[in-house]
């Protein structure tokens, strides 16, 4: 019996089936444009890794650069983000 | 910046002041109408918004005057009738303390440099160079013929040979920057530098202790210190003692998955630089945390777990506030 983290997991079902898994989702309709947006893009900020970028006015995901921290998550003012 | 006031039988205010405010949430857990409510701690603490730390609901607010007591930063100030509640004999008063004792402190800014808070600032008078160098050089203008080889010799640029005239000269020392190496002396070709040396004049060196010593004034600013224990940490002469708030541990979840750089969280909230991210996970420094709770407020993982054992709190005459501010030290 193997035991894998959340992102181990995801490594290896991106590997396996060639799919991507999102390591987190953002919900669109809560998420809005970033213009919108009460933090201004507050995840983009709070993130390090670059695995939220803005394009055209959206937040969007970068899912091989996340590392699964929840910072996101935990501080988006629109509670738009969440796990997968 | 918020505050609150009602008049009744008594004028009662609350003031917060975000400026000495980190977030810890001591003030949230324990308000018994639940008014305060934390703002996004992390996004405050690196900057990226412009808020509070804390949200008082005005309506709500029963101005018991609890939090003010609680809070270990001091940012919260609770006054009845103008009266700081501290200064009041029926409320509680912290035991906890910061002091630098004068006497054995030998101003050597290690405390200055460590202080999370810039709480401590040295103000020091260092002894006259001249005093602690061992002896004088003297230089015989008659034999001295001009040849300025001490000039370009001397490593501490402490000599020079000026002219005076046409065919006149001056040789001139500069006592605050000769450190009696006798390099002059031995390199003179007319043996014109004379060199006393005290410690051969009196026999046995006799130190003049209080021309030797640094001087000063250690100043620890209560108002921002929140006695972490730095000072005391650092200081090599134990001339710092700190009394903290809390006492107790932290301790990480074992299952908890610490993100380390991706994240540090714990790190950019603490206002004691107790955290350091050590080979991609957080540790914490326990000798100088103060147990607040800003760190377990705001990891994502919800992996550090604050364990106070005892509040450096005294004189809490009500029964009621002493169950509730117990709450902070039987584990949140």
Known sequence: MFIYTYRELVIITNLVLEVKIMPVSIDTEKCGKIQNCPGEGLCIKLCEKGALVEESGDVVLVPENCDDCDICIQNCPNQAISKV | MSSIKRDGEETRSLKHTNDKCVGCGICTSICPTKSIKNGPILPIARGLVDMDYVNINKDSCCLCGLCAVACPFDSLEFKINEKNIKDLEEYPKWIKDAAIDSESCIYCKACETACPQDAIKVARTLPKRENLVIGEIDVDQDKCINCKICEELCPGDAIKVKS???????????????????VCKRACPTDAIKAVCSSCAYQDYKFDEDAFKTKGDTILNPDSCINCGWCQEICPVDAA????????DVTFDEEMECKGDSCHACKDVCPCNAIEIVDGKSTIDARVCILCGACSNVCPQKGIQINRTKMNLENIRSKSWNNILSGLTSGK
């Open chain 2, 164 to 182: 005076t005239g046409r065919n006149t000269y001056e040789t001139v020392l500069d006592e605050d920057k000769c450190v009696y190496c006798l």
């Open chain 2, 241 to 248: 003692t700190v009394i903290k708030p809390f006492e107790g």
